[in-house]
């Protein structure tokens, strides 16, 4: 407050000092001139009654003339004092008004709210940089999960957009450029209370200026940075511990993968989903020959995971020269039906339209319907604002740049077990990744399937910890149900993490030891339970041996005793 | 030569030699007070303060610091003066002339160290 509370007194210098030479000058005219009582006598105004008539006269209040009726001269004097005291006011708060209006000021009024704002958060928070389709999805989910983010963005529309969203969890933001050091630490980049820093806008030097100001000014940070080049990727990985994101190969990775082993896929999308989100029904598109429509770094990218996957494909681009696109090319946008026959949709097994032109890529797949009523069609959809055009039109895949990346990030941020699991995932095969899936659709409601990490604690999960340490405590006694210990919950253990070892679907027989991390999968209230019992000593010495207990302390120390 | 500086000096100049006019004289005599020159020297008080704002140096923070002290005793010491000629039940007598003669006294000892700070900065300035 103070520095602003300055700024604007200093702006509105001028009117204060005309107000107070107004007020004085009036004072003194009242002193100065005579007036008479009320039998006639000569009667001097004093400071006090002169200071009183102009406060009431001049803030149009206007009592009358106290204490005695005014001489002519008197009321002359009036007049004049009238004019001068509105006017001065008219214009002191005529200033008042413009310097709060002024937007200069007003950028810095905004600035040192947020900066406030930030300073007083007391909840572990993400900043967030870049405010676009994949940061939007990204802010969206942490605060669906009651995580609170902070974001920069140097777009104020943006920022506006942010204010208006009626998140639980609402996000504070800024409009600055977050290439700028000063700007990332009014947003909270040196703060404990920082998790970590996710930088997601377009420019890939501003994504590096992000990572290099987090690793120097906040060392322990954790960093993820979205870099379209290789080089920088290169660059930004060279320091620090960043984990960087290639929008385009992510994208293109996942969409491969759709295609050659949808089982896969489907694990994936399951995997990395936001809790609450409908559940997506498995997709199986055929094998044979596809269609790739535009050859941009999207298509660049698709093309090179497709052909490592096997999958034999035309491609049509508007200018081939221009985007070094193979022999074979056939030139033109897709949009019309020559050039789609021409690649050979009508017996094509699939068509993916994959310009970063959502009505190009709309046009394409209308296009082709009429052509080949069964093909399956994948559509690029850009711009999330376009999604109810794309759900309306009932393509077999939507894949949306935000939303792959967004999800990615997010799985990241929740628990780093997502990602070893899915590591470890990838190198099983598809079958396996179907047998998984029928299991997983076995135990989830109509929602993704919530995953959470029980992480063999004293801090975080008393109970388990103690027992761990008493005795044997094998995974399916932790799976009981804690109403009926002869039933299982229906969650599935994912993956067992010791000493550094991943175990991908432990068994039930496996020993828990001190330490381990387990992540688990099942629907949500399930989740509850199982937590209830990893922290209730009573409900996990039920599971453990069938006994029901109760009572406190006090309660337990005495038995032990006797 | 800088106008502004001009008026700066001028003004915490001129609130200090008011001051001092209206202060000197026996304490406890309200004839030696003029009332004119304690409404002058508020006035021109409160335009040195306000002429103040805004400086965001420490010297500039200390100047404020002076003028607004130098501000609330001249007002109470007015206040008084009000009070006792117009609601007090005996007028101006000793007690209220050592009051608003005291307070004005403080007002002066503000306005002395403003003028000293300016002093000092002037003396800073090989210019």
Redesign the interface.
């Known amino acids: 407050m103070p520095?602003i509370f300055?700024?604007l007194?200093?702006?509105?210098?001028t009117p204060?000092?005309s107000l107070?030479?107004i007020y004085?000058v009036s004072?003194?005219g009242f002193?100065l001139i005579p007036g008479q009582d009320n039998d006639g006598n000569v009667w001097h105004t004093?400071?006090?009654?002169a200071?009183y008539f102009v406060s009431y006269t001049a803030s149009t209040i206007g009592f009358g003339e106290i204490p005695y009726t005014f001489t002519d001269a008197q009321r002359m004097w009036t007049l004049v004092v009238i004019y001068l005291t509105v006017i001065g006011w008219l214009y002191s708060i005529g200033a008042l008004l413009a310097v709060l209006q002024d937007p200069a000021f007003k950028r810095l009024r905004a600035e040192y709210a947020f900066g406030r704002s930030v300073r007083s958060l007391r909840t572990p928070f993400y900043l967030v940089c870049g405010y676009g389709d994949t940061g939007s999805i990204l802010v969206k989910a942490l605060a669906d999960v009651g995580v609170k983010s902070v974001v920069v963005d140097c777009d104020e529309n943006r920022i506006n957009e942010l204010e208006l969203s009626d998140y639980l969890r609402r996000p504070l933001g800024l409009v600055g450029d977050a290439g700028v050091p000063a700007v990332l630490q009014m947003a909270g980049i040196t703060s404990p209370y920082c998790k970590g820093v996710i930088a997601l806008t377009d420019v890939d030097k501003t994504n590096l200026m992000v990572a290099l100001t987090a690793h120097l000014l906040n060392p322990d940070l954790r960093v993820l940075a979205r870099a379209e080049s290789p080089e920088a990727a290169a660059n930004i990985l060279s320091f620090g511990k960043n984990e960087v994101i290639n929008p385009f190969e992510t994208f293109a990775g996942r969409l491969a993968m759709a295609l050659h082993s949808p089982g896969m896929y489907t694990l994936y999308t399951w995997m990395t989903g936001i809790p609450h989100e409908p559940l997506h029904e498995p997709l199986f598109p055929e094998y044979g020959h596809w269609v790739l429509c535009g050859y941009g770094r999207f298509g660049k990218a698709l093309q090179h995971y497709l052909e490592h996957a096997g999958i034999d494909m035309h491609i049509i681009e508007p200018d081939p020269a221009a985007q070094n696109a193979p022999p074979g090319t056939i030139k033109g946008s897709g949009t019309d039906a020559s050039t789609l026959r021409q690649a050979g949709v009508e017996k094509a097994a699939g068509v993916i339209a994959g310009s970063s032109d959502d009505a190009n890529n709309l046009s394409i797949l209308m296009t082709v319907r009429e052509l080949n009523p069964d093909i399956f069609m994948v559509a690029r959809q850009n711009r999330q604002e376009n999604g109810i055009i794309f759900e309306k039109a009932g393509f077999q895949l939507i894949m949306k740049r935000g939303d792959v990346i967004a999800h990615k990030i997010f799985a990241l941020l929740r628990t780093p077990l997502i990602s070893d699991f899915l590591t470890t995932a990838r190198t099983q095969d598809n079958a396996w990744a179907n047998g998984l899936i029928s299991r997983i659709l076995g135990v989830s409601t109509d929602e993704v399937p919530y995953l959470w990490e029980i992480r063999i604690t004293r801090g975080r999960t008393p109970a388990l910890y103690k027992s761990c340490l008493k005795h044997a405590v094998s995974l399916f006694d932790l799976m009981r149900d804690p109403r009926e210990r002869d039933e299982q919950l229906p969650v599935i253990p994912l993956l067992l993490k010791r000493d550094g070892e991943t175990n991908l679907l432990p068994d039930g027989q496996q020993i828990l030891e001190v330490s381990d991390r387990l992540l688990m999968c099942a629907a949500y209230p399930v989740h509850r339970e199982m937590e209830w019992a990893t922290q209730n000593e009573n409900v996990l010495h039920y599971l453990l041996t069938g006994e029901e207990v109760s009572g406190g302390g006090l309660w337990k120390t005495l038995l032990q005793n006797y | 030569m800088n106008s502004e500086k001009v008026i700066f000096g001028f003004f915490i100049v001129l609130a200090l030699t008011l001051n001092f006019g209206f202060f000197i004289g026996e304490i406890d005599d309200i004839t030696h007070h003029n009332v004119y020159e304690l409404f002058a020297a508020l006035v021109v008080s409160l335009i040195a303060t306000v002429l103040k704002f805004g400086d965001r140096t420490h010297l500039g923070a200390i100047f404020l610091a002076t003028s607004l002290v130098a501000d609330l005793q001249l007002i109470v010491a007015a206040v008084i003066w009000g009070y006792a000629e117009h609601a007090g039940a005996s007028g101006i007598n000793t007690e209220a002339a050592v009051a608003i003669v005291s307070f004005s006294g403080g007002a002066l000892l503000a306005n002395i160290i403003s003028v000293i700070l300016l002093v000092a900065e002037t003396m800073t300035v090989r210019r």
């Open positions: 520095d300055y700024i007194l200093r702006r509105l210098r204060i000092i107070i030479l004085a004072i003194l002193v004093s400071f006090f009654h200071f």
